[in-house]
């Protein structure tokens, strides 16, 4: 789109704004899930310190890692998708199911079969089809001397400049000037800047996603995902401040402000990717393996069809090639140890253990009719001064020593 007021909003701006967004959200709903377990006549205040010692208690900070990661990630994918067509990235994008089982077989001991070794490589292959350009090496020869402009040297070059560029503004009088107005109002894609930058957002994203993983098995005690959603939240909000729009872009944002260049598509995304993030967290597992398989490659068709609809993007052969070879992939990656380890779970589980007391004689070799071959049964002892050799003196017996003479004589008395 054109950009609003001749300049384009910040990357590092729309990544907070999306985390302040996920913050909120998880903020509210993990605010509600406490407020139902405290009594009605529980204050606010007590339920934000409950709240508060929820979230910044236990191992919360381990969740500093993966929420780092997923900022560097998030913000790779702008870099990505500004020098890439949409439906190349969402196939390039695909790589980050090797990252994560490179680092799950690392990080969580899980194995992987020679058939799933064979997906990945089909993976790779098709995403490495998917990368070919489109055209031929004079036209991208074309393409790429394109992109270096020239201060205009005429008049006639100065009027066919500013017809092609209609967002000019009074600094484009400069070398410098025009060259950066021209290349915002028709930005120039860079393929391998591009690529690079969709691999390095693939690595971060599948250790992040393998690691928050981890984090919750080992966890001791057991979070709300909304309360590790907030912790992501917050752990990824410094990093996206400070680096992003103090750090890199401080300078830009004290000259334009800190919305410049917004509209409503911009907000959109932000709004998307936060809704985006906050639900990928509920799909983290082997559990959910076939699931979000099913879902990447549903992206990969609608990004593309959607690319041709609005881009006017030409898929070649050769894309359409790495793009099947990639959904084939994508759709078959699934975890064929999850099945046998829940096999394995259930034949090792113990069998029941049944706790019952017998009241009657101990010399009955009757057994329970409740009892199964099956069942452990435990026999309690009954109370020593009920058994049948204690019945004759009020002392007990002895044990191991058999009594003599219990019964009492036809006088009625205990002595001969």
């Known amino acids: 789109m054109p950009p609003t007021g001749g300049k384009r909003y910040l990357t590092s701006t729309a990544v907070f704004f999306s985390e302040v967004i996920k913050l909120a959200v998880s903020l509210t709903v993990a605010l ?6 405290a009594p009605p006549s529980v204050p606010a205040t007590s ?12 191992d919360s900070w381990k969740l500093a890692i993966p929420a780092g990661l997923y900022t560097l990630a998030n913000s790779l994918q702008y870099i990505a998708l500004s020098n890439l067509q949409a439906a190349t990235f969402q196939v390039s994008y695909q790589l980050q199911l ?9 990080l969580l001991k899980r194995t992987i079969s020679p058939r799933k070794w064979a997906l990945m490589l089909l993976l790779l292959l098709g995403v490495g089809l998917a990368q070919i350009p489109n055209g031929s090496l004079d036209e991208n020869a074309l ?13 006639e070059e100065w009027k066919s400049v500013k ?20 290349l915002t109002a028709t930005p120039q894609l860079n393929a391998a800047v591009g690529l690079l930058a969709a691999i390095a957002a693939c690595g971060a994203s599948g250790v992040a996603g393998v690691y928050f993983e981890k984090v919750l098995k080992d966890s001791v005690k057991a979070t709300s995902l909304w309360i ?9 909000i410094f990093p996206a401040l400070f680096i992003g729009v103090v750090f890199l872009d401080g300078e830009k944002i004290a000259t334009g402000g800190l919305f410049d260049g917004y509209n409503w598509v911009v907000w959109s995304t932000i709004l998307v990717q936060a809704v985006g993030g906050i639900t990928a967290s509920f799909c983290t597992g082997c559990a959910y393996a076939d699931s979000t398989n099913v879902a990447s490659a549903t992206s990969i068709v609608v990004t593309t069809v959607a690319s041709v609809w609005l ?23 699934d975890n064929p140890n999850s099945g046998s380890v829940q096999v ?65 004589t036809g006088g009625g008395g205990f002595f001969k």
């Open 47 to 58: 339920l934000l310190l409950s709240l508060t010692a929820a979230v910044f208690s236990g």
């Open 98 to 106: 090797i990252v994560s089982s490179i680092f799950g077989l690392v």
């Open 143 to 155: 393409e790429h001397a394109a992109s270096h402009f020239d201060f205009p040297r005429s008049l």
């Open 344 to 408: 394995k779970r259930q034949v090792l589980r113990p069998p029941p253990i049944r706790i019952e007391r017998f009241d009657k004689d101990s010399k009955s070799a009757e057994a329970s009719p409740s009892s199964s071959p099956n069942e452990i049964s435990i026999k309690l002892p009954s109370t020593p001064f009920l058994s049948d050799a204690g019945i004759s003196t009020s002392r007990p017996t002895s044990p191991g020593h058999a009594r003599i003479g219990n019964s009492r």
């Open 228 to 236: 590790r959603n907030v912790q992501l939240a917050i752990y990824s």
């Open 163 to 182: 017809l092609n560029g209609g967002n000019l503004h009074k600094r484009s009088a400069t070398y410098e000037g025009i060259q950066e107005d021209l």
């Open 32 to 37: 509600y899930e406490v407020s139902k377990t």
């Open 311 to 333: 881009f006017e993007f030409e898929p070649t052969l050769s894309f359409l090639i790495g793009t099947f070879a990639v959904l084939v992939a994508t759709y078959l990656s």
